[in-house]
């Protein structure tokens, strides 16, 4: 055989991490519980629901659905009311008359649209560093041995059982030290690492075998090419559900910037809506017409990554 027949052959034979790969892949996307002996034994999907217990289970979802919503109905509601109409007993749900004006007067009141690219500049910067930061730490913890690498992985766990006012002093003197204060970038250094982001990953990967792992180790790839090309595309959803949590936490933060941000070009939409609430008396269907727009991004990223985030919240806690 010629020595260009060869190539073209050994071209073809897939690679050992290449053969893991295709065998891992299988069987995250086939379910599967943990059996006796540590055995993994395939689920058996049941048969055909009845017709009474369809129409139960979706009377019950109705219901809960309809309950969860309650708080946001009632914020729309209120956002097309007068301010004295908002609190009014009873309850009024639907508007005598729809104040359509008050959806005008939260952009010209405030500079609505500045705090809404500086808590989407934060909140997607924020986001992107997390989820690299905690990925990349997750796999340390998970797929790298070394010497008490359990200790470390729960002394920095531990940290989330620390409440945030005990070191918030300690925090700001830090960065009005180094200059920072008055700055996305402060907010930015803050949060860009989180313990949660390294569990909530660190317990997906313990989903995926060692042998992975071990056979692009063997194929000639470094750790950080295995992270890389490997075990982060089989992570999709774990990474889609910290990064919806992370954007979330970010966008709905008020305290963060409201320590570290003086000055009103810099707000977030949080700090902006506090503009309405006086000494006295508080403008409240203002309030709402402007809780309702800085929803309408949650609501997206949410209903975009809702099939990732439910998979990824379902197995992060499983352990194969």
């Given amino acids: 055989m010629s020595t260009s027949a060869t190539t073209r052959a050994s071209s073809t034979v897939p690679s050992q991490a290449e053969v893991a790969i295709a065998e891992v892949t299988d069987a995250i996307t086939s ?8 055995k993994r034994t395939r689920v058996r999907r049941h048969g055909p629901i009845s017709p009474l217990r369809r129409v139960l289970i979706y009377v019950m979802l109705t219901v809960l659905t309809a309950i969860i919503f309650v708080p946001f109905f009632w914020m729309v509601s209120s956002s097309l009311k007068q301010n004295n109409e908002v609190f009014s007993i009873p309850v009024q749900w639907i508007p005598t008359e729809f104040v359509w004006q008050n959806y005008v007067d939260i952009w010209t009141r405030i500079p609505m649209l500045t705090y809404l690219k500086n808590s989407l500049f934060l909140s997607v910067t924020i986001t992107i560093l997390q989820v690299l930061t905690g990925s990349f730490a997750a796999y340390g913890f998970s797929k790298m041995h070394f010497k008490g690498r359990d200790v470390l992985f729960v002394a920095y766990i531990a940290t989330i059982a620390v409440p945030w006012q005990a070191y918030m002093i300690p925090q700001y003197i830090m960065m009005q ?9 402060s907010i930015i250094l803050l949060q860009a690492f989180g313990a949660f982001g390294v569990f909530l990953m660190r317990q997906y990967y313990l989903t995926i075998p060692d042998e992975l792992s071990e056979a692009a180790r063997i194929d000639g790839l470094n750790e950080y090419a295995i992270w890389w090309r490997i075990i982060l595309p089989l992570t999709k959803p774990a990474l889609a559900s910290l990064a919806l949590l992370t954007f979330v936490s970010t966008w709905n933060d008020y305290m963060g910037p409201f320590i570290y941000l003086t000055s009103n070009d810099l707000w977030t939409v949080q700090l902006g809506l506090r503009s309405f609430v006086g000494q006295y008396d508080a403008e409240y269907a203002l309030i709402m017409a402007g809780s309702v727009v800085s929803v309408i991004p949650i609501v997206l990223i949410f209903l975009l990554g809702q099939r990732y985030f439910i998979q990824g919240i379902a197995t992060s806690g499983m352990k194969g």
Wanted: proline share 12%; glycine share 24%; net charge neutral.
């Fill in 31 to 38: 379910p599967v519980l943990p059996g006796a002996g540590g």
């Fill in 177 to 185: 030290n180094a200059g920072l204060v008055n700055t996305h970038l």
